[in-house]
């Protein structure tokens, strides 16, 4: 057994590890609602987000205006949508993939698959510190996923019902949550500077947000004018 002393060595190493692999921010939503716009702003304004570049957004199978997702959380988060699809426990797919969890992860992530997977991540004990949710009027969200996805109704449907059960299950674990409106945040400058001061301090939000902002990649609108 353990002296009391190298228990609690263990204990702050385990600690310390958990804190290099908890995901800081995490920008996430039903596909086609701003998820990628969001995360070109990070990007832009200096934050870490890992192997990823804005080269790749609408190419290399990507959808128009989609991409900066990281590789591996894509690889995990498939992985975890197929087990679940298949009716395992969120806690058994923790366990099973913890080891591929644990890993240094980026300042930011972003990846929609998030709105599916969160209870996993919650199992392992690596929920993210902030969850950004993009959010969209859901006739455009739909529109788009059928127009740059190819996705039938059903398929679009299911999707959808996701968001509600994310939505719980972050209000149910205390996990912080700033939910974003696109296509509003790359046109509102006074809604987008008070939703990402607190995050962008080297520069001035809507600057950033204006550099990455373009209206020809808002897939389908319900309106020019339409808050999100």
Known sequence: MDSPFIACAKEEE??????????KYVITGTR????TFLAHCFLESGYDMGIVTPVTIGKKGNPKGGGLEH??????????????????SAKDIANKMRDLMQYAWPQVIKDPRFVETIEVWGAAGLLPER?????RDPRA?????????????????????????FLT???????????????????????ARSLLKSFFIKE????????????????FDT???AVA
């Open 169 to 191: 299950y972050c209000a149910r674990n205390g996990v912080p949550l700033t939910p974003v409106l696109f296509p509003m945040i790359g046109r509102n400058e006074n809604y």
């Open 32 to 35: 086609r609602s701003g998820t």
């Open 131 to 135: 969850i950004f949710l993009c959010l």
């Open 141 to 165: 969200t739909r529109q788009s996923m059928k127009d740059a996805c190819n996705w039938n109704a059903s398929y679009i449907r299911k999707k959808l019902s996701k968001q509600s059960e």
């Open 204 to 219: 001035d939000p809507w600057s950033i947000v204006q550099r990455v902002w373009d209206e020809n990649l808002v897939n």
């Open 223 to 225: 309106g020019r004018n």
């Open 14 to 23: 385990q600690e310390s590890s958990m804190e290099t692999w908890r995901l």
């Open 71 to 88: 590789p591996l959380a894509v690889m995990i988060n498939d992985e975890m949508v197929k087990r679940l699809s298949k009716g395992e």
